[in-house]
């Protein structure tokens, strides 16, 4: 079926124009013209264009230090990079835009968008949280700078959710001990969890994970600590029926409870054993 001639003349004209803009951004790169080559870095930035702003306003910035323009070249090259989701590199370019113009008009946002970068930068919380702690490290830097901030609930809102990533992360390491049978670890890692988030939708299911990984240390040890480590058994299951007298896991952690009264029973006193 043959293309309408209309057709074929949008397509030529499109072309044509496609060309004529792809020249004359060649042109530029090659252009030693700084001026000329600043005004078309700040119209592609406007039209979000920012592959070409981000291009040119990099070879720009050395060429601009002493000239006014600088400042806005050196935010707008860091937001080029944010823009195309080059987080690493706009977190440090804007912590360098901060330093180095502490005084800017741009100087509270610039603070802001380092923290936002290092947020965006932060991985699921399945994989290592280097990145999750430096996030929060910056954006507590920003809040204790600007308190008043116009960013502090877009912050706060970046901050809440970086911590559950991090509780996440550690509840999810602590029941990988459980299901690996590092029960000590298990133990420690759970109870760790628990006073770092006491109020976690974890909670109850930590603290049942917990009272089963303590008795199954206990079952494991030898002799002389096992009758300390059931007693703390039927401690850890008190606090458990206190805190979760409703939950779903009652019937099993009786179990526990019974079977950690009655070894406690059949096993001597440590005293005696000494």
Not at 19 to 43: F, M, W
Not at 61 to 84: C, D, H, M, S, V
Not at 88 to 112: C, G, H, I, M, R
Not at 170 to 192: E, G, H, I, M, P
Request: glycine share 2%.
């Amino acid at each position: 079926m043959p293309i309408p001639r209309l057709t074929v003349l949008f397509l030529l004209v499109g072309s044509l124009v496609l060309g004529g803009c792809s020249n004359g951004y060649q042109r530029l790169l090659k252009s030693t013209d700084v001026n000329k080559k600043y005004e078309a870095a700040i119209k592609y930035y406007d039209k979000g264009d920012y592959f070409r702003s981000g291009t040119l306003l990099e070879e720009l910035i050395p060429l601009l230090k002493g000239r006014p323009e600088a400042e806005k070249a050196q935010f707008y090259f860091a937001t080029t990079n944010f823009k195309q989701r080059n987080y690493v590199l706009s977190a440090y370019y804007f912590k360098q835009f901060a330093d180095t113009y502490p005084n800017s008009t741009y100087a509270e946002e610039a603070t802001f968008m380092h923290a936002k970068s290092l947020f965006r930068d932060s991985p699921e919380f399945e994989l290592d949280q280097t990145n999750t702690l430096s996030a929060l490290e910056a954006l507590q830097e920003f809040l204790n700078r600007y308190p008043s901030s116009q960013y502090r609930t877009e912050s706060d809102n970046m901050s809440q959710e970086l911590q559950k990533k991090l509780e996440n992360k550690a509840f999810d390491s602590a029941k990988l001990y459980y299901k690996l049978r590092y029960n000590q670890a298990a133990v420690v890692a759970l109870t760790n969890f628990q006073q770092q988030y006491p109020a976690s939708a974890y909670a109850e299911e930590a603290d049942f994970l917990r009272l089963m990984a303590q008795h199954a240390w206990a079952k494991e040890s030898v002799e002389e600590k096992q009758q300390e480590r059931y007693l703390e058994a039927v401690a850890f299951y008190q606090r458990f029926i206190d805190t979760f007298p409703k939950s779903k896991n009652l019937k099993a952690a009786e179990a526990i409870y019974d079977d950690s009264r009655a070894q406690v029973a059949k096993l001597k006193p440590a005293s005696a054993s000494k």
